[in-house]
């Protein structure tokens, strides 16, 4: 039989799709009671995949078995309820059904003409993202892979948009002779941002660095005077501590200086969307992009990073492409807001996940996390050892125990147990453990589970 026969018998027989399905949900209906990180011999048994290019075909049976006798027990079980490391989020059901169904469309999402429902659904998405964050009517939205490449977007809109208004089109000239342009940023900003700087010419060194207060806040008062070639980057969220900057403040006093602001807030930014922690974000609606992430808070599958743009020209003209055979439409061209021009429809769980938790839901599912970290800090700072050095805000919790050496022994005892799963991180030069709330199916008792299992860590 050729492959293309072989081929065309495996989709009529559907057999292979139902047994990924079937693999599939029995992994996510385990995910809790599997340890959340691979033990050692999951790990050793990763050396089955080393071969060389095969030269004869392989059964897919026997490909979807291996992955799942020694694929599944080497993944780390960020869907789980016990998962606090880094900030990952979970999946909402609803959103990996939909992310399914769409694996089957296998739909590339560059332009109308190649998927009228993918263009259909960035649309209407992208109404409901402003709506959500409280943003500006007609914030253009781009749907790329996450955070990372959403602040890429949004400095890169920014950069456009600046030297345009001094008489200089950046795409047709290039940054060598151009006007120079001021970076401002947080000395805690992310090292995403920092790469996005380094990445777009900028040069991290040539940033003016704004020292943050005990939280990680930027302080106000010491940024200094901006003007309109300066970029002023903020953040909602601080990856080890979750503070969020003073935008209000921050922000009416920038943009009547001319700055273009951009707002780095890869989980923090959704807390807009609920009314027990909306105020944190009170006057981000002031900046002139954004940057955040379904796959955190939200809990969307991976990988969903948005960025979202005041001025939808600035976006569109700093991603600018064309081609002879790209066919336009009056519909949503997605590419335009994204620096890719193939791209799956990851649109279609975003929308999904949207939908189904409603503005009730998603306000439901951020109060959980934000209740389940301040139980986390009761229940933690009642143990003796354990000191919680952050001001928690939302979803972060910044541990330490008496000195750096006894932190690090007993993060890693916590580690090795895998039944929940915590990171370090470095917090005002100490060695800390980072605790991150950020999974829809985190329970109570999971959380005084993991308590307790730090304490029994730390003995
Ligand atoms: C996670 C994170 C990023 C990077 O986002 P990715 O989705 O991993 O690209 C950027 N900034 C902050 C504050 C983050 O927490």
């Known amino acids: 039989m050729s492959i293309q026969q072989k081929m065309f018998s495996e989709l009529k027989e559907k057999e292979i799709f139902k047994k990924a399905v079937s693999m599939g949900t029995d992994y996510i209906n385990r995910v809790n009671d599997r340890n959340v990180y691979p033990t050692e011999q999951a790990l050793n048994d990763l050396k089955i995949f080393e071969e060389s290019m095969p030269e004869d075909q392989t059964d897919v049976n026997k490909i979807l078995n291996d992955l799942d006798k020694y694929g599944s027990p080497a993944t780390v079980a960020q869907a789980g309820r016990r998962y606090f490391g880094f900030v990952c989020g979970s999946v909402v059901p609803a959103g990996l059904a939909a992310k399914i169904l769409a694996s089957f469309w296998d739909q590339n999402s560059s332009m109308f003409v190649l998927s009228p429902i993918a263009a259909k659904l960035e649309m209407v998405v992208e109404k409901w993202m402003v709506s959500l964050l409280g943003l500006p009517e007609g914030t253009a939205a781009g749907f790329v892979s996450g955070t990372s490449v959403a602040n890429i977007c949004g400095l890169a809109a920014a950069r456009y948009k600046l030297l345009n208004d001094l008489g200089w089109d950046i795409n047709k000239k290039g940054f060598s002779d151009s006007p120079k342009l001021r970076i401002v940023a947080g000395r805690q900003a992310h090292s995403t941002v920092l790469r996005a700087i380094g990445l777009l010419g900028f040069g991290s060194d040539n940033t003016e660095y704004v020292d943050c207060d005990d939280n990680g806040r930027i302080v106000p008062e010491l940024i200094p005077e901006l003007d309109n070639r300066s970029i002023l980057i903020l953040q909602a969220g601080n990856v080890n501590g979750g503070s969020f900057d003073d935008f209000e403040k921050i922000c009416t006093k920038a943009k009547k200086e001319g700055a273009w602001i951009h707002i780095d807030g890869a989980f923090g930014l959704w807390v807009a969307a609920c009314n027990q922690t909306s105020h944190y974000t009170k006057g981000i609606e002031l900046a002139d992009s954004w940057a955040l992430d379904g796959h955190k808070t939200l809990n969307t599958p991976y990988d969903n990073g948005i960025v979202l743009c005041r001025n939808r020209e600035a976006i569109v003209n700093a991603l600018h492409m064309s081609a002879g055979y790209i066919v ?61 050095l952050n001001e928690v805000v939302f979803n972060q919790l910044v541990v330490a125990c008496e000195n750096d050496e006894l932190t690090e022994k007993v993060l890693k005892n916590i580690q090795e147990d895998r039944v929940c799963w915590v990171g370090g991180s470095v917090w005002q030069g100490r060695k800390v453990i980072r605790v991150s709330v950020c999974s829809w199916a985190t329970t109570e008792e999971d959380v005084s589970m993991s308590v307790r299992l730090f304490a029994d860590a730390r003995r």
Do not use: N
């Not at 994204?338 to 938790?357: C, D, G, N």
């Open 328 to 388: 336009l439409s009056d519909h949503r061209e997605g590419m335009f807001y994204t620096p890719e021009m193939s791209r799956r429809a990851r649109i279609v769980e975003l929308w999904a996940t949207l939908k189904y938790l409603g503005k009730k839901g998603i306000d439901e599912m951020i109060s959980g996390m934000l209740e389940r970290t301040k139980q986390f800090e009761r229940e933690l700072s009642e143990v003796k050892g354990f000191k919680i």
